[in-house]
């Protein structure tokens, strides 16, 4: 029997999987974890909206009924080519067919060891839950802190980068202050939080058209939130953030610093590099063929963040569409090869994007159509939902919506774990 084998249980190696449930050969999809994260939700938990369980799924719940499926959690490591086998950080694996979907990870452009202690980025529960904690506390803590300077610096907001995770952040950040916590303190009034968005580049949203990115800035400012363009980071502490402009530099005292602003592939990139030859680009992206295997390797296909492949002269997005499509694809190019069939290349069909920035208030492309304000907020809601992998979920985060959206509660503001803030109270 021919034996797939697919590292990582995101979009593009979950749906690989799932493509292959009625076919004659082995599956085996192994990862670190052992569920499926959907992460365009992922601020929300950061935000108390909702539940690390409602956007999560175990694997093995996923697969239980594709009797050709068996889910490994292990951690993936590196590879033997010549004997065709994936080595775990206990034992290994053989495989005929290999598909990569190893995601990706942060990047703090080499400030990695200064900046990721005090300024999280979002790309796992376990980050979710620390932003959390982070944003949470802060408003405990200025609920304490009887100087006014030091109260200020508690709730001021900071959050670097200005794409969809670092809009949405802001807008919802936005509405704990204003709305979630405006009548559960006596000391503080959260709704004078200061919330700023900075980025390198001079608009919000660089990936949506310009009149879009204008009416999501709009929306931000609305809500409270002051966008501060045009300007490069240059330290991160506990204690704020210092950046430039082309005429000076700038500080912000902030306890509060949020980190949206990059990330690279997973380290299956280089060790791909180095095993089989595959050429990177400048992020580490691996450059597949346009049936999305390595040169020189048919056998070995990667998938989502990890792969770098241009479409009509563009590099196709690391977003969730694009991986969902990459493995049912990746899919089928195993069975028409295991029959002999033609393969095409990969074509990606864009639906449209969609971002989010608050209440009612949203920005978006529907089937080539700018569309902003509530019906792009309307129907970022339904495509979500239909999204989510279990319909459990679906239900959960339908309700936990409509409750929320009549009375503004976020049932999810809990502080939990021992990682407090790096700066305490003074």
Do not use: C
């Not at 601020?43 to 490994?72: C, D, F, H, M």
């Not at 004997?83 to 995601?103: C, E, M, N």
Request: net charge neutral.
């Amino acid at each position: 029997m021919h034996r797939t084998v697919i590292i990582g249980g995101g979009f593009g190696g979950l749906y690989a999987a799932r493509a292959l449930k009625h076919e004659n050969l082995s599956v085996t999809l192994v990862d670190r974890r052992n569920f499926h994260l959907f992460q365009p939700l992922l601020y929300q938990v950061a935000t108390g909206a909702l539940s690390p369980g409602e956007i999560a799924s175990p694997l093995r719940v996923l697969l239980r009924k594709q009797k050709n499926a068996q889910v490994l959690l292990a951690d993936a490591v590196d590879l033997d080519v010549t004997g065709r086998r994936v080595i775990l950080d206990k034992g290994d694996v053989p495989y005929d067919s290999l598909v990569v979907a190893a995601g990706a990870r942060h990047f703090y452009f080499g400030h990695e060891d200064s900046w990721e202690p005090v300024a999280p980025g979002l790309k796992s529960l376990e980050d979710a839950t620390r932003i959390r904690h982070k944003i949470l506390y802060a408003f405990e803590a200025a609920e304490r802190e009887p100087d006014p300077e030091a109260r200020r610096r508690w709730l001021t907001f900071v959050i670097v980068g200005a794409g969809p995770t670092g809009v949405e952040l802001a807008g919802a950040l936005a509405e704990i202050a204003t709305d979630s916590l405006r009548h559960d303190f006596r000391s503080i009034h959260p709704e004078e939080s200061r919330i700023l968005l900075l980025d390198a580049l001079p608009r919000v949203l660089t990936a949506f058209p310009e009149s879009l990115s204008a009416a999501a800035e709009r929306q931000l400012v609305h809500l409270g939130v002051r966008v501060i363009p045009s300007v490069r980071v240059t330290a991160i502490d506990a204690d704020g953030v210092t950046y430039s402009t082309a005429t000076s530099t700038e500080r912000i005292e902030a306890h509060t610093v949020l980190w949206a602003a990059g990330v690279k592939p997973s380290p299956w990139g280089e060790i791909l590099s180095r095993r089989v030859g595959a050429e990177l680009d400048r992020v580490g992206r691996v450059k597949v063929n346009p049936d999305l295997t390595i040169p020189g390797h048919p056998e070995i296909l990667v998938v989502g963040d990890l792969a770098y492949l241009e479409q009509n002269g563009v590099a196709l997005p690391g977003i969730a569409p694009v991986a969902m499509q990459e493995g049912r694809y990746a899919a089928s190019v195993i069975l028409n090869r295991l029959r002999s069939r033609p393969v095409k290349p990969f074509s990606y069909f864009d639906k449209g994007y969609l971002a989010v920035v608050g209440r009612n208030s949203g920005v978006g492309i529907i089937g080539g159509v700018k569309v902003h304000g509530f019906i792009a907020w309307f129907v970022w809601l339904f495509v979500h939902l239909m999204y989510l992998a279990e319909a459990l979920n679906r239900a959960l985060v339908f309700l936990r919506w409509g409750y929320q959206y009549v009375t503004f509660y976020r049932g999810a503001r809990l502080i939990t774990g021992d990682d407090d803030p790096p700066t305490t109270l003074k």
